[in-house]
């Protein structure tokens, strides 16, 4: 371990650290917050009906403090502009659409950003504005979509998987954490008590076809098939009249969106749980492994924590 994460995992266990075909396209990078290291999030402008959001912080798209006035300013941009119909949210990042939260960033500069308009914490604001907003919002999921990458997809309207290359988790359980960004409230809507227990509870990886038939995601696509579906798709919903897409989203979303209430109370014992000594010990034995670094824990991360129990202490 490299000397600024064994202090990282040294303030993790003291509980300081985590305590809680248009050619004419134009692409453009999406507003960063001042303190940001470098823009995570790319958008092109496939035409001014149709916006593609495409992740692209290597080696993992691991989301973080930085990562949220960067997502925050592209939901508001979406819900103010007045031609955009539909986005799609892809990743540049191979075998990774979005994962976890970054756990050497302090929770702190998280929790104390100040509340979004809903009045929830910034990252459950920016998913439930992203289920409201006046477009429709696609994921295109190719490689691990876990954590907040999970969230960001049952936070969006539709989910599309590679059959071949996406993996989606909830793995927190498997740290001691409860998930934060509303998993709990959007997955029992989706796929009903019993599997939405399992996929929490159990932390393990869901492959496209169990996806599929779980209702996780809409369908899952031959890989090779994938883009041109979604684009077709996105192409054929940016083609109709935006008010009466605003008009049968709204609709829809006052039978199937959990409540603020709801989202917040996850968010609020995502932070509780962060304060455990249990979740500070899992994580901090999973950085040691390797959590965070090029290797096998981000590909394999359900396989360390199901194994936990059986690792010498």
């Given at each position: 371990m490299n000397p600024q994460r064994a202090i990282a995992a040294g303030l993790l266990a003291a509980g300081m650290l985590f305590a809680g075909s248009a050619a004419a396209a134009e692409t453009t990078r999406a507003p960063a917050p001042q303190q940001a290291t470098k823009p995570q999030f790319r958008i092109t402008h496939v035409t001014p009906e149709y916006w593609r959001v495409?992740?692209?912080?290597?080696?993992?798209?691991?989301?973080?403090p930085e990562s949220i006035p960067q997502l925050n300013a592209i939901v508001s941009a979406l819900e103010v502009d007045p031609k955009v119909k539909v986005v799609v949210f892809d990743s540049a990042v191979p075998n990774f659409f979005l994962t976890h939260y970054d756990f050497e960033a302090p929770l702190s500069q998280t929790t104390s950003m100040a509340p979004g308009p809903t009045g929830l914490a910034p990252l459950p604001d920016i998913l439930v504005r992203l289920s409201r907003a006046p477009v429709v919002s696609i994921v295109s999921i190719r490689g691990r979509a876990s954590g907040v990458g999970s969230e960001l997809a049952?936070?969006?309207?539709?989910?599309?998987?590679?059959?071949?290359?996406?993996?989606?988790?909830?793995?927190?359980?498997?740290?001691?954490?409860?998930?934060?960004?509303?998993?709990?409230?959007?997955?029992?809507?989706?796929?009903?008590?019993?599997?939405?227990?399992?996929?929490?509870?159990?932390?393990?990886?869901?492959?496209?076809?169990?996806a599929q038939k779980y209702g996780y995601v809409n369908r899952s696509l031959q890989d090779d098939e994938l883009d041109a579906f979604v684009d077709k798709l996105a192409r054929r919903i940016a083609s109709f009249d935006k008010q009466a897409i605003i008009?049968?989203?709204?609709?829809?979303?006052?039978?199937?969106?959990?409540?603020?209430?709801?989202?917040?109370?996850?968010?609020?014992?995502?932070?509780?749980?962060?304060?455990?000594?249990?979740?500070?010990?899992?994580?901090?034995?999973?950085?040691?492994?390797?959590?965070?670094?090029?290797?096998?824990?981000?590909?394999?991360?359900?396989?360390?924590?199901?194994?936990?129990?059986?690792?010498?202490?």
């Amino acid at each position: 371990m490299n000397p600024q994460r064994a202090i990282a995992a040294g303030l993790l266990a003291a509980g300081m650290l985590f305590a809680g075909s248009a050619a004419a396209a134009e692409t453009t990078r999406a507003p960063a917050p001042q303190q940001a290291t470098k823009p995570q999030f790319r958008i092109t402008h496939v035409t001014p009906e149709y916006w593609r959001v495409t992740i692209d912080n290597p080696p993992f798209n691991i989301f973080g403090p930085e990562s949220i006035p960067q997502l925050n300013a592209i939901v508001s941009a979406l819900e103010v502009d007045p031609k955009v119909k539909v986005v799609v949210f892809d990743s540049a990042v191979p075998n990774f659409f979005l994962t976890h939260y970054d756990f050497e960033a302090p929770l702190s500069q998280t929790t104390s950003m100040a509340p979004g308009p809903t009045g929830l914490a910034p990252l459950p604001d920016i998913l439930v504005r992203l289920s409201r907003a006046p477009v429709v919002s696609i994921v295109s999921i190719r490689g691990r979509a876990s954590g907040v990458g999970s969230e960001l997809a049952l936070a969006s309207d539709m989910r599309f998987a590679s059959l071949q290359k996406a993996v989606l988790s909830q793995w927190e359980v498997g740290a001691g954490l409860v998930p934060g960004g509303g998993p709990i409230s959007r997955l029992p809507r989706l796929m009903g008590r019993g599997r939405a227990l399992e996929v929490l509870l159990s932390g393990d990886d869901i492959d496209g076809e169990l996806a599929q038939k779980y209702g996780y995601v809409n369908r899952s696509l031959q890989d090779d098939e994938l883009d041109a579906f979604v684009d077709k798709l996105a192409r054929r919903i940016a083609s109709f009249d935006k008010q009466a897409i605003i008009d049968i989203k709204g609709m829809v979303n006052k039978s199937t969106l959990p409540s603020d209430a709801d989202i917040g109370a996850e968010w609020n014992s995502f932070v509780t749980s962060a304060g455990r000594p249990q979740a500070q010990r899992r994580i901090k034995d999973l950085m040691g492994l390797g959590l965070q670094e090029e290797g096998d824990v981000e590909r394999r991360l359900a396989d360390y924590t199901g194994n936990y129990a059986e690792r010498p202490k």
